[in-house]
């Protein structure tokens, strides 16, 4: 899910606050901008972490699982 549609159904508009975090997990993702600055990507942009997003949604129990949390 993007980080829009996340923005949208916790408070019902694309308003522009949320982003993502550069260190929040092990799963974050980010680069350097033209000044140095880490700037924070889409987890899911990264082919590794989509993968493990796609099997973690059909894991058994016990297996490892990735979860996030949608306030409606």
Sequence with gaps: ???ETIER???G????????TAF???LSRHH?????KCVADDPLM?????ALAERA???A?????VFHRIIP
Excluded: A, C, H, V
């Design 13 to 20: 508009g694309r308003l522009g606050r949320m982003n993502w």
């Design 24 to 26: 929040g997990s092990t």
């Design 32 to 36: 350097k901008n033209e000044y140095g």
């Design 46 to 50: 990264d082919p590794e972490t989509r």
């Design 61 to 65: 129990p016990g297996e490892q699982k």
């Design 57 to 59: 949604k059909r894991s």
């Design 9 to 11: 159904q916790i408070f």
């Design 1 to 3: 899910m993007d980080i």
